[in-house]
């Protein structure tokens, strides 16, 4: 789960603040961090912690963990005194024909990332705990949630916020951390986090990119050798949006770019399209926007994002 400067330092900004910020995480780094799997325990140490006057952060994931991950929870270090870590692949955001049996479970190397990192909780759950039995209650945000991966994968985001509404009871943190790449997503649980009232603030970091430019994905495993070299296309047809995007190119000239692309290497394209940021319809004047696509290569779907500057005359 996660989002945005392609550096993906998270930093907000440099001088001593920073500094101090990121002394405070090294000094983080290499502890063994707590292995929980129990909700009830979870909530009981953060909000200890919290009692204590100490600032926790929370990362959610799903685990397969890669260096945009650890960006997160070194993100989360500078901010906070303490960081929590959930690893917990979701089977309701996952659609019958999907990769949920095969998504990579490799959580002792995990931990291992995680110690490394500096998280004082890792905090793994099992389904049961998450989803009791008879539970019947689901979490269902409109908005945001239409279009693009809302409409291909039905379903897909009422898992998404139904799971992150549990997380966030479980692990009461001041502050989460999540990826720019999913920038769906993070709009999805902006919006449920603000109708739900939910007492935490959402920080959005930015894709963490290979570099030739390919998003980093727990999903990059499932490449081949030549799919990888493939996969590149969909950065690629990102940075065209962007230039065209600041020439002031027309967005069905831009997305019609994009796809000539995509199609020239041989990506099959689920969607490929400039919308504004925040309510990811067509762009309105002097409001930032995002460039978005999707597709797959080979049987692998990869998605990817990159924000456009707001410009006049969005077209």
Known sequence: MATPSEDGSGRAGAGPAADHAADHAADRTGVTSR???????MRGVVTAARAAGRRVGFVPTMGALHR??????????EDCDDVAV??????TQFGPAEDFARYPRPLAADIAILEAAGARWTFVPEVAAIYPAG???????????RGFEGDLRPGHFV???????????AVPADVAYFGAKDWQQTRVIDRMVRDLGLPVELRICPTVREPDGLALSSRNTYLSSDERGRATALVESLRVATTMWEAGAACPVIEAAMR???????????????????SLE???????????VAGRVG???????????PRSGAG
């Open 299 to 309: 049987v692998t779907r990869l998605i990817d994002t990159m924000p456009l500057r």
């Open 68 to 77: 945009g991950h650890v960006s997160l929870v070194a993100a989360a270090l």
């Open 35 to 41: 292995l929980i799997h129990d909700p009830v325990t």
């Open 135 to 145: 539970c019947a209650t689901r979490v269902v945000v409109d908005g945001p949630a």
């Open 282 to 292: 067509p762009p309105i004047d002097a409001r930032p926007a995002v460039a978005l």
């Open 86 to 91: 959930s690893i917990f692949v979701n089977p």
């Open 159 to 169: 898992g998404v916020a139904t799971v992150v509404c549990r997380l966030l009871h």
């Open 260 to 278: 000539k692309l995509l199609e020239h290497r041989g990506v099959v394209i689920d969607y490929a399209a400039v919308v504004d940021a925040e």
